[in-house]
């Protein structure tokens, strides 16, 4: 089954500076891509989608690439600010409504103003 | 245009019981996708209804059942409650289920 891995501990970054989140996964390579973010007692919301012939998307202050070789998606967000600060989630997607969405357990970012 | 609604929001049930939860996705979506979030396990799925057919299932025992009705809205019911069943779960809907998915607030499920 796929495995994703993202960094397990807090993310710490001061405020105007990019942050910048991996997601690494193992197994086969997604036809999809997403991020998202949940805040505390809240559900995710959807950020951005990227597939896998895609080698980056980007929106506003979003931007993520995806490295089919490297098994590896980087999700940044340039000029952060306080009210970024909240856990970001990676989700995979085999494709043609498979296994539904594969998520990794997240990474936590603090934005220190 | 309305989000995705969960209901309830909060649901406190003993052990052996069941639970139904409901959701009711965007108008105009037709995938829906149930969720367990646990702080140790992260978001598993639990499986995906479309056009009231059960499309995919994750790997969760057959106690977790749901259904889709012909108006897209979906139910979740959990049969003989365990207290490792406490969790959020979240309902997410999507037009065709290959598309970014909207989810709902959740419903927190306490077993006790």
């Known amino acids: 089954s796929q495995k994703i891995e993202q960094n397990s501990e807090a993310l710490n970054i001061q405020e105007g500076k990019t942050a910048t989140l991996t997601c690494n996964y193992t197994?086969?390579?997604?036809?999809?891509l997403q991020w998202y973010r949940q805040d505390p007692g809240r559900g995710p919301v959807f950020l951005l989608l990227?597939?896998?012939?895609?080698k980056e998307k980007r929106k506003e202050r979003l931007k993520v690439t995806f490295d089919t070789t490297l098994k590896q998606s980087l999700f940044h967000i340039t000029a952060s600010q306080p009210a970024d600060s909240a856990t970001y989630l990676c989700?995979?997607?085999?494709?043609?409504?498979?296994?539904?969405?594969?998520f990794g357990k997240g990474t936590h970012l603090i934005i220190q103003p | 245009k309305a989000g995705v609604t969960q209901t309830p929001r909060y649901l406190i049930k003993t052990r052996g019981q069941q639970v139904t939860l409901s959701c009711s996705p965007i108008?105009?979506?037709?995938?829906v996708s149930w969720y367990q979030q646990t702080p140790g396990q992260g978001l598993q799925f639990l499986f995906e209804?479309?056009?009231?057919?059960?499309?995919n299932k994750g790997n969760f025992p057959g106690r977790f059942s749901g259904r889709q009705f012909s108006n897209s809205r979906s139910e979740m019911n959990v049969s003989t409650l365990e207290l490792g069943d406490s969790a959020l779960y979240l309902c997410?809907?999507?037009?065709?289920?290959?598309?970014?998915?909207?989810f709902g607030q959740g419903t927190r499920l306490t077993v006790v």
């Open positions: 197994n086969y390579s997604p036809a999809y």
């Open positions: 108008s105009g979506h037709r995938s």
């Open positions: 209804y479309f056009s009231e057919t059960q499309r």
């Open positions: 990227i597939r896998e012939n895609e």
């Open positions: 989700a995979l997607d085999r494709g043609g409504g498979a296994d539904g969405l594969t």
């Open positions: 997410a809907s999507s037009v065709s289920g290959e598309t970014e998915a909207f």
